[in-house]
């Protein structure tokens, strides 16, 4: 599976981005997908993933400011991220996995054997 990630770029404080992720190689169908961050200095951690039956699971960080979503026709996800603040600056990466995870494992970035390449988001003040 290659995932594509799109959608980064320059945001003032409170602006907002949509970045996208395409899928190909082999279908996902309704398997997870998700996003990780990473910052300058700092671990990559958890953003965002839809799961089992379409549920959402979200950083404590991200809830209510971000939005993942799935068009399972095309094999997309998304992520609407609005109220940025400069700490949301970081290279944004794409993930998935064939297999549903129980609800406390879909935090873990070994749980992902695909990643696409990240997309720059940064966030001024």
């Known amino acids: 599976v290659q995932l594509v990630e799109s959608g980064g770029g320059l945001v003032q404080a409170g602006g907002s981005l949509r970045l996208s992720c395409a899928a190909s190689?082999?279908?996902?169908?309704?398997?997870?997908m998700g996003w990780f961050r990473q910052a300058s200095g700092k671990e990559r951690e958890f953003v965002a993933v839809?799961?089992?039956?379409?549920?959402?699971h979200y950083a404590d960080s991200v809830e209510g400011r971000f939005t993942i979503s799935r068009d399972y026709a095309k094999d997309t996800a998304y992520l609407q991220m609005n109220s940025l603040k400069p700490e949301d600056t970081a290279v944004y990466y794409c993930?998935?996995?064939?297999?549903?995870?129980?609800?406390?494992?879909?935090?873990?970035?070994?749980?992902?054997?695909?990643w696409g390449q990240g997309t720059q988001v940064t966030v001024s003040s």
């Open positions: 839809t799961g089992w039956g379409g549920a959402t």
């Open positions: 993930v998935a996995r064939f297999g549903y995870l129980s609800s406390s494992d879909y935090y873990e970035k070994a749980q992902y054997p695909y």
């Open positions: 190689g082999r279908t996902l169908s309704s398997y997870p």
